[in-house]
């Protein structure tokens, strides 16, 4: 991809900027509250990304699951961090961590 500027000038090419997929996986929770790591050598806050999409019908009763990236690690939550009276989320979404440089 390469992205001009308002002046006509390369901004952005694909020699300066690179995004990889590094895992995609399916994450799966039950109604029991809790978290899952999982390993992704390489990438941390600092150069990754990450974002879990619902497979399947999804309710206005479904709760979207929450990711912590650390480093060498994606943490997927079933409820929202923070919030004493989160309620769970159940199912399975598809979670996809990206390395970007």
Not at 15 to 23: A, D, E, H, K, Y
Not at 68 to 87: I, K, M, P, Q, W
């Amino acid at each position: 991809m390469r992205i001009w500027g308002g002046d006509g000038a390369l901004q952005l090419d694909e020699n300066s900027f690179t995004i990889r997929v590094v895992l995609s996986t399916l994450v799966t929770f039950t109604l029991a509250k809790g978290s899952q790591d999982f390993s992704v050598p390489g990438v941390g806050p600092g150069n990754g990304s990450a974002v879990v999409i619902p497979l399947g019908t999804y309710t206005d009763q479904q709760m979207q699951f929450e990711i912590e990236l650390l480093d060498n690690v994606a943490r997927v939550y079933n409820y929202t961090r923070g919030y004493a009276a989160s309620t769970v989320a159940s199912g399975t979404m598809r979670l996809i961590v990206m390395r970007y440089s």
